[in-house]
């Protein structure tokens, strides 16, 4: 088969689409106005973030007014975290709840607060990667501030129980933020539905630009000022608007949930045939849920293999994919997402993570499952360790 270029890392970015660009292009251009500013210029720009907010309320079941523009997925997951913390430090509430396998936008948030006095349950997931709502009701007490569990996981795409942690938390008075990243765009939101107080997202995970989120936060929480400076959202956050930013947000959420359910028809027959693919080499296991997950999520840990290698020879062959090995981030470790799931160490550093979107073709699919066993089998054959591993025991 000939050489191909294969996008299938969308869960650590996308592609910006030509329709978001469109919508960009002219507040790059002739609508450069500030959105702060009387004259029709500045009151075209306000006018577009204003129709932005909308759609991203829509989007969500949400009201424009309970939306805030930030930079992106980590300032609101950390706005929403410490912006709590601080409003109910009053009342003496100084206990958060969340999961081991959140992302580091959360992590490193609650370790932060760790070291200000604050104490943190980190909530275990179950072998498939879900939160039990009944561990998070366990779990709440009278000093608890917030809990934060992730709608779905960026690793393993496993979608939560949501509207139960939601109903509990709401059902105890406790703020339930959800970091919902990877979810926007891909499953079915309702913030009212579902009881969410708070609500994360990010315009580069659905093919808006880099450097633009957003919050939801539910009418009557208001949230303490992130940035003080201007009027800008409502004066929360100030600083003047990335309009071009904004505008392709909306576009893109507006897309992005215009049709879900047909769009993860087609995304999840693709996943399925990689996944059953990959999973026909000896000594793979498929990590996550295999239903209650994202369309485009596949996760499946190879034995005998180091994920760095297999991404270089992957990419040697025009495919971006990531893994479970955290090498390149300067640490030993594996994954903390997939140790979450009581994988061992050894099989978490050889995950191959590919995510694929609705822009991805059967051809893309049928070149990955070329590749993918070619290079497994050459990086085993060169493995010392693959002759142990294969009269050992199987992992499954
Ligand atoms: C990408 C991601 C983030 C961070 O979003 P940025 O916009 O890159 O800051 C946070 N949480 C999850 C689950 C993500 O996948």
Same mark, same amino acid.
């Not at 808006?208 to 959202?233: D, M, S, T």
């Given at each position: ?105 959360? %992590? ?23 939160? $039990?709502?009944?561990?998070?009701? $366990? ?73 633009? =989120? ?81 369309? =485009? ?9 180091? =994920? ?23 640490? %030993?470790?594996?994954?903390?997402? %997939? ?58």
């Amino acid at each position: 088969m000939e050489k191909r270029f294969v996008y299938a890392d969308n869960a650590a970015t996308t592609k910006v689409s030509k329709e978001v660009l469109d919508a960009m292009y002219p507040y790059f251009t002739e609508e450069y106005g500030n959105a702060s500013s009387i004259y029709g210029l500045g009151r075209n720009s306000k006018k577009a973030i204003e129709a932005s907010r909308e759609k991203v309320a829509k989007a969500i079941g949400a009201e424009p007014s309970e939306i805030y523009f930030t930079s992106c997925g980590s300032e609101s997951d950390n706005w929403a975290i410490r912006g709590t913390c601080q409003r109910l430090k009053a009342k003496g509430k100084n206990h958060i709840i969340t999961s081991v396998f959140e992302h580091h936008a959360i %992590l490193h948030t609650c370790q932060a607060l760790e070291k200000e006095g604050y104490e943190v349950t980190y909530l275990p997931v179950s072998p498939l990667g879900f939160v $039990n709502p009944d561990d998070v009701k $366990n779990a709440i007490r009278e000093d608890t501030a917030i809990v934060s569990i992730m709608y779905s996981n960026n690793e393993i795409g496993t979608i939560q129980p949501i509207a139960e942690i939601g109903a509990v938390c709401r059902e105890k008075g406790v703020i339930f933020h959800t970091d919902a990243v990877q979810a926007v765009g891909n499953v079915e939101i309702d913030v009212k539905a579902q009881n969410i107080d708070l609500l994360s997202l990010s315009g580069h995970k659905i093919h808006a630009q880099k450097g633009i =989120g957003a919050i939801y936060v539910r009418k009557g929480l208001a949230l303490p000022n992130l940035i003080f400076g201007g009027a800008q959202e409502r004066s929360k956050r100030a600083g003047t608007e990335n309009v071009p930013a904004i505008v392709g947000l909306g576009t893109a959420i507006e897309i992005a949930t215009a049709d879900i359910k047909s769009k993860n028809e087609k995304v999840t027959a693709m996943r399925n045939r990689l996944i059953d693919g990959i999973l026909q080499l000896p000594r793979t296991r498929l990590n996550g849920d295999r239903e209650k997950r994202l369309a =485009g999520n596949c996760n499946i840990s190879i034995e005998g293999v180091e =994920g760095e290698s297999l991404l270089l020879m992957l990419d040697m062959n025009g495919i971006c994919a990531s893994s479970g090995s955290a090498c390149t981030s300067g640490s %030993l470790d594996p994954s903390h997402v %997939l140790l979450a799931l009581g994988l061992k160490h050894e099989v978490a550093h050889g995950s191959l993570r590919l995510s694929i979107s609705a822009e991805t073709t059967d051809e893309d699919i049928d070149y990955i499952l070329e590749v993918v066993p070619n290079i497994v089998n050459r990086l085993r054959d060169m493995s010392p360790l693959w002759e142990h591993i294969i009269k050992g025991e199987s992992f499954n």
